[in-house]
């Protein structure tokens, strides 16, 4: 009796982890563009402004304010002691304590319609974000444009020692966010065929790869565009709580540094003691037989490479002794002009994002000029403007953004929601160690459905800034809780929007590979990677480390 034949079309029976993954994408494809996002917040915000001020909705707390300033009487004359002509110390003001009512203010009462029309520009115009983006992509744009930082990759993964392969590849992940399209275009297809050309299985390479540029995305050894851009939010929020409050782009320097060689250590041992077990010895039947083959360069360009990384050294070191002499020359101009400092309250920390820009400016002319892949000032020129053709998506969201923080201050719900939370958490008295933990489990359950850096900041910021900052936490260690919360998801939510190329290069080596396949890889990475990293980010706190250069761990 022959056996029935299968046919090949009947559905395949999917488990339960397939089904879950499943649901994830289906959830997240009909989330909306964060554009729509914050439209449909701008709505939200207007409209219960007008329910909340209609209810009478107002909170009661103590403020500190100074003493009236007594003026002091004039006399003509001299010291009363001979020969003081040392100014007098300046007067310590008293402050008392005093309550002040808070109450919502609505955006559709005439006042409020006004402020809407009459200050849309002027909120774009003072959200120093966009300047930011713009100062920062200047150096890194021609920097990638020019080849320099592919090459780079390459001549790294190129020369690592093969024991030190999967560390170097995840480091050079971590240190690729400065460029994000960089790490995940070049390097994840490199992590395979460097893996493969090892007789190592290509997946674990490519899942290397895509943890180091993606599940620690927001910390960095270098100071990225996203930090200038997370920290003019975060100064914008502030103002809310605290006006004098102002914090340097290297509030997290030195946790960030810390964070990503920690998280490239634990990633290396997730992939050498756990997946690649799991993917057991590759068989290059897998792959399809007509998988693109990787394009391998020609001895004229490795040559037209090293010269031009050779002239991007040489532009480099002259770029940062012409920075050397602007700063550490006694008297240089970047210096503190009255304490002579440059570690803290200095132009050299407050021009910080903008030297870096124009190093990495300066080693993209020169690797453009060595390799003849940028010459001429216009194809320069070009490279800029090309760069901020890519940013106009997230200009449009910056004005967005700008429009949003503006109304929900306006409207005091922000500090309604804080005083009131505020006082909750304080009566709770559960500590901030805590409810930093907390956060850190909030910002990693958002990421899943919205895994941009900046719109999550744009939407938390604004709460839970002035919300910390109350309760005596300072608001460079809620920037590293969120730091913390932020990465992990990114390599297994469907809406990475690198997931769908992930998944074709995967198939270049395996071609029965698909979304599942990428985010099984991924899942031992999230939960390792959150776990680990949250006790670090707890240690670090309990000790007490400075989160960076004159960014204590407590307020001051």
């Keep these: 009796m022959n056996a029935k034949a299968v046919p090949d079309d009947k559905p395949v029976k999917k488990g ?37 001020s209609w209810a009478g909705t107002s909170v009661t707390t103590e403020v500190a304010e100074p003493a009236t300033a007594q003026v002091a009487p004039e006399y003509e004359g001299g010291t009363s002691v001979a020969g003081n002509d040392a100014p007098p110390a300046p007067a310590i003001p ?29 909120n774009f115009n003072d959200f120093g974000v966009v300047a930011v983006i713009l100062v920062a992509m200047i150096g890194v744009g ?25 560390f170097i590849i995840v480091l050079l992940g971590g240190i690729s966010s400065v460029a994000s399209d960089a790490g995940y275009l070049v390097l994840i297809p490199l992590g395979a065929a460097a893996f493969a050309s090892l007789g190592r299985h290509p997946l674990a390479g490519i899942a290397a790869a895509y943890a180091g540029v993606s599940a620690a995305f927001f910390v960095n050894i270098l100071i990225t565009p996203a930090d200038g851009i997370i920290t003019e939010v975060t100064n914008e929020t502030i103002k809310l709580v605290s006006p004098n409050v102002h914090l340097n782009v290297t509030a997290n320097l030195y946790f960030s540094i810390a964070a990503t060689l920690f998280c490239a250590a634990v990633m290396t041992v997730i992939t050498e003691r756990l997946l690649e ?63 002579g400092e440059i570690f803290g309250s200095s132009p050299f920390m407050s021009s910080l994002l903008f030297i870096i820009s124009m190093l990495f400016l300066a080693a993209g002319l020169g690797y453009g000029r060595g390799a003849k892949s940028l010459t001429g000032s216009t194809n320069v020129i070009n490279a800029i403007v090309k760069t901020f ?5 997230l200009i449009f969201l910056m004005l967005l953004i700008a429009q949003f923080i503006a109304y929900f201050n306006y409207s005091n719900m922000s500090r309604l929601a804080a005083t009131g939370l505020a006082d909750l958490l304080e009566r709770a008295d559960i500590g901030a160690l805590p409810l930093l933990i907390g956060f850190i489990l909030l910002v990693f359950v958002i990421d899943i459905i919205m895994p941009g850096v900046i719109p999550k ?81 707890i240690l670090w706190y309990v000790i007490g480390i400075p989160w960076g250069p004159s960014a204590p761990v407590h307020l001051g």
């Design 389 to 393: 053709n890519g940013l106009g998506g």
């Design 142 to 166: 021609v920097a990638e444009e020019a080849g320099l930082i592919a090459a780079l990759i390459r001549k790294m993964v190129k020369v690592a020692p093969r024991a030190a392969i999967t």
């Design 16 to 52: 339960g982890m397939q089904r879950v993954l499943d649901g994830i994408e289906r959830v997240g494809n009909k989330v909306p563009h964060p554009a729509l996002i914050f439209l449909g917040l701008i709505v939200l915000v207007i409209v219960l402004s007008a329910i909340l």
């Design 457 to 537: 900041w744009a939407i938390l910021a604004p709460i839970f800034i002035p919300l910390f900052y109350r309760l005596g936490i300072a608001p460079q260690t809620v920037i590293a809780a969120y730091r913390v919360g932020d990465g992990p998801a990114n390599v297994i939510t469907p809406l990475m929007v690198y997931l769908p190329f992930i998944v074709l290069v995967c198939q270049r080596y395996r071609k029965k590979a698909g979304m599942g396949t990428v985010v099984s890889m991924m899942l031992p990475y999230t939960g390792i990677v959150l776990v680990t990293w949250t006790l670090f980010y």
């Design 277 to 339: 077990p799991r993917l057991g010895k590759y068989d290059p039947a897998e792959a399809p037989a007509d998988a693109p083959v990787d394009h391998q360069p020609t001895e004229e360009e490795m040559q037209l490479e090293s010269r031009g990384l050779r002239w991007s050294v040489y532009y480099l070191l002259v770029a940062v002794a012409i920075v050397s002499a602007l700063t550490f020359i006694p008297g240089a101009p970047l210096r503190n002009p009255d304490t």
């Design 94 to 122: 008293d402050y008392s304590l005093k309550h002040e009512t808070i109450t919502a203010e609505s955006l559709l009462t005439g006042d409020g319609i006004r402020f809407i029309f009459t200050t849309a520009v002027q």
